[in-house]
């Protein structure tokens, strides 16, 4: 079994960097969309079914669980990292701005996601969860197509040297607080009212520990925060799985309670990028071996397609009226909503947690992943073919 585990994650560390580097696909599909790829590839749906006797001798149910468990603690990882991420201090301070953009921002693109989900239900019931209601399955369709993936925008940015400019910090206070919308979301449609004790206690026992957490870790040497940290992390995982909500959830709530100066700002960086190249391929490949194609591999790319349709076309719409409304410079409406339409590893991460609770069907799985793949590989080339990226970049800020 470790031999055959091994020759999987050679396969999956090499082959999407060989393609990426080979390749040059940098500019239209960045490292992170190749390991995605990558992994839908490796799937049942692809490789399973061209070469099932392949697929079936490496990936054997031992080697599957053995990489779900580095997967679950990689993912809990970058779920946690971007908790830390949050400013909420920044959002506070510009709270007419920040409030106004996200609200249109985020309401256009759910409302219509929403639209699409309706119509996929009618389509066809195989696209809903065996454990969920129409309710659910429809408000998280909308909630997927509103996602921002805020570690992802912050990679994307550094690379077009915007991070630190005016414009660059406007996009993560908008990030974030959408951020916080987007899981509360999440956490009302896994509410289980058969659980609901459980729930309630969970939040309860959070907000008692948070607070205690909070008085103690800026008394501590940097090492022990970082190992302290980490212990809540895990705890705050445990306990959100087993109110019946999910670990992912209990992981994000774990990071937003803590601040990135208690660890340094450039320590967060570092360990977010090592995270993402130890750790997260095989996240993705765990994620693609539970792609499927059984409604038919054309329903799924028109699923996928309406719904990235519904999730750019939204989020252009609601930062334009907020532009207008606001009053922005010409060319930042653009510039804004192509960066918020960024989807990546938070909308997989999403997906993950619905069809764990069964609020989706491995269809609608594999569409909302397609969907977060075309949208990740849109978003470099948008932004670089408009007005405003020069400009952007041209301004510096000491904040």
């Known amino acids: 079994m470790v031999e055959k585990m091994l020759i999987a994650l050679v396969v999956i560390l090499a082959v999407p960097w060989l393609v990426w580097r080979l390749g040059r696909t940098e500019r239209w599909a960045p490292l992170v969309v190749v390991q995605i790829l990558t992994g839908i590839v490796l799937g049942p749906g692809l490789l399973g079914a061209a070469f099932p006797e392949v697929y079936r001798w490496l990936f054997t149910p031992e080697v599957i669980g053995a990489l779900g468990g580095i997967a679950t603690w990689g993912v809990m990882l970058f779920v946690w990292i971007a908790g830390i991420e949050l400013d909420l201090h920044q959002v506070w301070h510009r709270r007419r701005d920040t409030l106004t ?35 659910q399955f429809v408000a998280a369709i909308g ?63 959070f907000g008692i520990a948070a607070a205690g957490l909070r008085r103690l870790m800026p008394r501590l040497e940097g090492s022990d925060r970082w190992f302290l940290a980490l212990v809540w992390l895990a705890l705050c995982g445990l306990a959100g799985d087993w109110s019946g909500l999910h670990y992912m959830v209990g992981a994000f709530l774990a990071g ?62 609601g930062v334009a009226l907020a532009a207008r409304r606001l009053g922005w410079p010409p060319g930042e409406a653009r510039l804004v909503g192509w960066l918020l339409q960024t989807k990546a590893l938070i909308l997989i991460i999403f997906a993950n947690i619905l069809l764990d609770r069964q609020v989706i069907g491995n269809e609608t799985f594999t569409a909302l992943v397609l969907m977060a793949t075309f949208s990740t590989m849109l978003t470099i080339p948008m932004v670089t073919s408009g007005p405003g990226l020069q400009a952007a970049a041209a301004v510096r800020t000491t904040d």
């Not at 550094?158 to 987007?182: C, F, H, N, T, W």
Request: net charge neutral; with cysteine; aromatic share 8%.
């Open 101 to 135: 953009t996200v609200s249109l921002a985020t309401s256009l693109p759910m409302l219509a996601g929403a639209a699409v989900a309706a119509a996929m239900l009618w389509h066809s019931p195989g696209w809903i969860g065996a454990a969920a209601q129409n309710w």
């Open 143 to 205: 909630m997927a197509c509103a996602v921002t993936a805020l570690p992802i925008l912050i990679l994307f940015m550094e690379k077009l040297d915007i991070l630190r400019s005016p414009l660059g910090q406007r996009v993560l206070r908008y990030a974030s607080l959408e951020d916080i919308a987007i899981w509360a979301v999440l956490a009302l449609i896994l509410l289980d009212f058969d659980r609901l004790g459980r729930q309630l206690s969970f939040f309860l026992a």
């Open 256 to 317: 937003t309670v803590l601040e990135s100066d208690w660890f340094g700002q450039e320590a967060v960086d570092r360990l977010r990028h090592h995270v993402l190249l130890i750790l997260m391929p095989v996240f993705f490949l765990s994620t693609g071996l539970r792609t499927e194609w059984a409604l038919g591999g054309i329903a799924v790319l028109v699923a996928a397609l309406a719904l990235l349709a519904a999730a750019v076309g939204g989020r252009l719409a």
